[in-house]
């Protein structure tokens, strides 16, 4: 790959664990939309109502979220330029997720602050990744 410069060490292990860390959103995504009758009977009322009153469009951005960071993070170990693109895709879908949780649903009530910092790391993680892939292309680690 012309004029590209080789990544440095650390350069690897971000990229690695940027894919287990995405592979591990993937998961969440699967065991939120296999989730059969009697576990979601199992939740708390308020709960189950949250996810019973889940729109098709916060599923979809979760979808995009997660299984587009996880391309984009094989992209960064691939060192190819679609990281970037994808990382922000997957950023959009992140930020449509949060929009709903905090602004267009009962689920800072229901969940409560503490219940709120993994969705508050999940928001800075996307952040950091659009940055990472920029910083990449910025020094030529990708092609």
Same mark, same amino acid.
């Given at each position: 790959?012309?004029?590209?410069? &080789?990544?440095? =060490? ?12 995405n ?17 979601? #009977?199992a939740?708390?009322?308020?709960? @189950? #109502?949250?996810y019973t009153?889940? =729109? ?13 960071? %996880?391309?984009?993070?094989? +992209?960064?170990?691939l060192r190819? &330029? %679609?990281?970037e =693109?994808?990382f922000?895709l997957?950023? #959009?879908?992140?930020?449509a ?5 905090y602004?267009?649903?009962?689920t800072? @009530?229901v969940?409560?602050?503490r219940? +709120?910092? +993994? =969705?508050?790391?999940?928001?800075? +993680? ?5 940055w990472? #892939? @920029? &910083? %990449?292309?910025?020094? @030529?680690?990708?092609g």
């Amino acid at each position: 790959m012309s004029g590209e410069i &080789r990544p440095q =060490p650390w350069y690897w292990v971000v990229a690695v664990l940027a894919l287990l860390w995405n592979l591990f959103g993937c998961w969440a995504y699967w065991l939120q939309v296999t989730m059969t009758e009697a576990q979601l #009977a199992a939740l708390p009322p308020a709960q @189950r #109502a949250l996810y019973t009153s889940l =729109p098709t469009w916060v599923t979809a951005a979760f979808a995009i979220a997660v299984f587009g960071a %996880a391309l984009a993070s094989l +992209m960064l170990l691939l060192r190819r &330029r %679609a990281a970037e =693109p994808l990382f922000l895709l997957s950023l #959009a879908g992140v930020v449509a997720q949060q929009v709903h949780m905090y602004f267009l649903s009962d689920t800072l @009530r229901v969940i409560g602050g503490r219940g +709120m910092v +993994m =969705p508050a790391l999940v928001l800075a +993680m996307a952040i950091f990744l659009v940055w990472f #892939a @920029r &910083r %990449a292309i910025a020094n @030529r680690w990708l092609g």
